[in-house]
Each structure stands twice: as C-alpha cells, then as structure tokens.
C-alpha cells in the first residue's frame, strides 16, 4: 500500500466530493476538457424577471453563432425587442417606447458595473467559466462541495469566484465582487442538460445586488438545436428614436 502513496497522481478523477489535495494545473485542464464548445445555437428561452416590486415572464428566441454573434428576440405573447451583440457591437430595439440602442458592450456594463466582452456573454450562455483557466493562477478556496477557485491576481477590477462540481468539473456558480461597491453578481446552474452528446445549461439563475435592491432573472432553455446554418434577422425600425446611454 506505501507505493500507492509515493506516486504522485497525474490525473484528477471524478469523485463525489472535492479532493482535499489536488493539483490545480490538472484540475485547471479538467475544467477545460468539460467546457462546452459549438458553433452553432438556437434555443427557445423562458425568461423570469422579478425584483422587490414586480414579476414577469417573457420568452426567448436566442441564437448564437460561436465568437461571432449573439442574437435575441423577446416576446411578451408578441414580439417586444430584438437585440444583436458582436464582439465589436451593441445595437436593440424595443416596440413599447419605439425607441432603439447602437453601441457598443458598455452599455450593458454600465447597467452592472461589470466589465464583460462579448466572449465572456457567451460563456455564461454556455456554462463556462468566464476566465481562461489554463491560463491565469488559481488559489482554491475550501469547500465541502465543490472545487471554489479564484484568480490570484490584483489586476481584474472584477473579480470572479468559480464553483465547480467535483464529479463532472461543470461550473455550478460564477460570482462577482464589484470592489468598491455594495454590489454583488452571481449566476447559478441549477440544471444542466445533454443535448447530442453536448452539456448545456438548462437552468440558469442570475441575482444582482446593488447595495439594497435584489434583481433575480431565472433562464429556463426549452428547446435547443444546432443548427447548420443561422440568419440573425435584425433591422432597426423607421421613426424609432435614438437613446443615448
């Protein structure tokens, strides 16, 4: 039995709960063999918004073509707003005010004090981790659960906490600290899903804190395809009135 003890281990296995010791340059590696990676997407999305004042429900057409596009048109049984993000850009309209949006992400920044790219969105469609694992230093913080790592570095103004299932190595929570501020982000997975041999978020759960106010929006994916081929049909309205953000 000594032996068994002496070699060191040169993979980190699946278990039920997290390993006390594990080497986070193979975990890192197992984390990115379990990300999801596609070209194509198109899901039909259930959307639940609700904060201290009110509750609603819409419904989602997503469509994502990888690193390219992503594209959404909202329903409220008819169709409320269609928006379209690229790496480079941020362009919506929406039917109630007639009023539409071109810019660039940092609008959607603003709206949480965050600094995500367009990659980053993507990723928290997909169920990855917004950071390169194997590319930036981890320190693992203690759980009974699961695999709790966080970047070692000062540098990102935004800092984001991974919790990771220690039997799949999937991600089951991101969550953001805006320094200097009350405010906190944290997007949950409460179900994932197997869709032709893929895994894919089938529930995902977004809490925003400001400082007094908690904004929850539940993303429940219905049907998902990958489509060959997508078109992103998206043209800004004549009369529609510029905002200026």
């Known amino acids: 039995?000594?032996?068994?003890f002496s070699c060191k281990s040169v993979a980190v296995l699946p278990t039920k709960?997290?390993?006390?010791?594990?080497?986070?340059k193979l975990l890192s590696k197992e984390i990115d063999k379990a990300?999801?990676?596609l070209k194509n997407l198109r899901s039909r999305v259930k959307v639940t918004y609700k904060d201290s004042k009110q509750k609603q429900q819409i419904t989602l057409n997503l469509r994502l073509e990888s690193d390219k596009v992503l594209w959404a048109s909202a329903s409220l049984l008819v169709?409320?707003?269609k928006v379209l993000i690229t790496p480079s850009k941020v362009e919506f309209y929406e039917k109630f005010?007639?009023?539409?949006?071109?810019?660039?992400?940092?609008?959607?920044?603003?709206?949480?004090?965050?600094?995500?790219?367009?990659?980053?969105?993507q990723n928290v469609f997909l169920g990855n981790p917004i950071s390169e694992m194997k590319s930036e230093d981890f320190k693992r913080i203690?759980?009974?659960?699961?695999?709790?790592?966080?970047?070692?570095?000062?540098?990102?103004?935004?800092?984001?906490?991974?919790?990771?299932?220690?039997?799949?190595?999937?991600?089951?929570?991101?969550r953001f600290i805006i320094p200097g501020t009350a405010q906190s982000l944290s997007i949950r997975y409460l179900k994932d899903q197997k869709m032709e041999g893929k895994v894919l978020p089938?529930?995902?759960?977004?809490?925003f804190f400001d400082g007094s106010n908690l904004i929850q929006i539940n993303l429940d994916f219905m049907r998902i395809d990958f489509p060959k081929k997508l078109t992103v049909p998206f043209k800004i309205p004549e009369g529609y009135k510029k905002l200026s953000l």
């Open 1 to 4: 039995g000594i032996l068994l």
């Open 17 to 24: 709960q997290p390993l006390k010791n594990v080497d986070l």
């Open 35 to 37: 990300a999801t990676n």
């Open 79 to 81: 169709p409320i707003a």
């Open 97 to 121: 005010q007639k009023t539409y949006y071109e810019g660039d992400i940092s609008f959607i920044n603003k709206q949480f004090g965050t600094d995500f790219s367009f990659y980053d969105l």
């Open 142 to 174: 203690s759980h009974p659960q699961f695999y709790v790592l966080a970047p070692k570095g000062k540098g990102n103004k935004f800092k984001p906490t991974y919790f990771f299932e220690p039997n799949t190595f999937r991600l089951k929570e991101q």
């Open 202 to 207: 089938k529930e995902i759960e977004i809490s």
